[in-house]
Each structure stands twice: as C-alpha cells, then as structure tokens.
C-alpha cells in the first residue's frame, strides 16, 4: 500500500552495470543491422535476376523489400547513435563524480592534518632549526680558523714570495738553451761546413778537366 501511494524506493545506480547494459544493446543492434544488410544485397541480385527474366513486377516488388530494409537500417543507425551518446555522457558523468570524490578526500585530509598541526608549534619549530642552523655556523668557522704558528703567516708576503719564484721560473726557462736536433743527411753523410763545400767544389773541377783531356 505504501509502495503505491509513495512509489518504490530508488535504487542506486551502478555505472558500470549501466554501461555494459548499454555494451550489449549496442552489440544487438550492429548484429541485426549486418542482417538487415545481407537482406539488401539479395533483394538486389533477385531483382537483377528477375529483370534478366524480363519479371518487371518481381523485381519491383524486390525493390520494395529492399526499401523497407534500408528504412530497418537507418532506424537501427540512429538507436545505435544514441545509445553511443548516452554512455559517452554515463562515462563522463562517471568521471565528474570520481573527481569529486578525490578532490573531497583530499579536503578532508588536508583540514585533519591542519587540525593536528597548531601554528605555535610551527613557529617553535622553525625558530630551533634557525638557532641550531646558526650555532653549525659558528662551530664551522671556528674549525675553518688557522691554529698555532700558521695563524701567524701573512698571506701577502707568502703571495710575494710566490710571484718571485715564479719569476725566477720563468727567466730560467728564457735562458735555458734550446736543444737542436742533428740534421741528418741521406746516405749517412755528415753536413758539409764551408771550407768543405770549397774543397768539394776544386775536386769535382779537377774531375771535369781530367775527363776534357
């Protein structure tokens, strides 16, 4: 009685269930359309053949059979058609609810971990970490100052004293004398000096006027 006057309770709808429903009519409808499609193909041969046959009224009637089936397939293409548009819009209803659920999640733990941390104790925290990242200054610098006699060093002299040694480095180089290799003449013989070359040039005159007589 009560169902009647205040209708029955709404049930809760799953998604997924309503989306692979929608799968199946939608596997159905593709099904009859490929049928509906094979129909067309054989009115056609038949009509062609009772045409060969010269069966004008045979064939029109094909044609007609034809027709209907074609008006099957546009009516099943428009259900498939809006059965793709409601999942597309089941899929992104899904999404927006999913979303929303994530980003409520997120709110919540954010505002209970808010609650755990109190902003004195943040500002506590902040202000040891500051006094210890200080006090680590301080003992770094001391480790970093010189100890004993070497504090006592003045760093320009020992600059200067540098300067001079490289200095003196460096006029060593310039007046070092610089290595000559041999120059080695083919066939093992030595390099000819002046009074050589003059030497040289009476033999091979003396040559030349012994082979003219």
Do not use: W
């Not at 006592?152 to 004398?177: K, M, S, V």
């Amino acid at each position: 009685m009560f169902s009647k006057m205040f209708g029955k309770p709404a049930q809760e709808v799953n998604p997924l269930a309503s989306l692979e429903k929608l799968n199946e009519t939608l596997d159905m409808l593709e099904k009859k359309e490929k049928v509906f499609l094979k129909k067309v193909d054989a009115e056609v041969e038949k009509a062609k053949a009772f045409t060969r046959a010269k069966n004008k009224r045979a064939a029109i009637q094909c044609l007609k059979r034809k027709k209907l089936y074609e008006q099957q397939i546009e009516q099943l293409g428009n259900s498939q058609l809006r059965i793709h548009d409601q999942m597309i819009m089941i899929e992104g209803a899904k999404a927006t609810t999913e979303t929303v659920d994530a980003l409520r999640t997120g709110a919540a733990a954010m505002k209970a971990m808010q609650k755990a941390t109190n902003i004195d104790d943040v500002d506590k925290t902040m202000d040891e970490i500051n006094e210890q990242t200080e006090n680590m200054k301080l003992i770094q610098e001391a480790l970093a100052s010189p100890l004993g006699s070497v504090a006592d060093f003045d760093d320009e002299e020992l600059e200067a004293e540098l300067d001079e040694l490289e200095g003196a480095e460096l006029e060593e180089q310039l007046l070092r004398p610089t290595p000559h290799s041999p120059v080695r003449v083919p066939g093992g013989r030595q390099p000819l000096t002046q009074i050589d070359e003059e030497e040289e040039e009476l033999a091979q005159l003396q040559r030349e006027m012994a082979m003219a007589l």
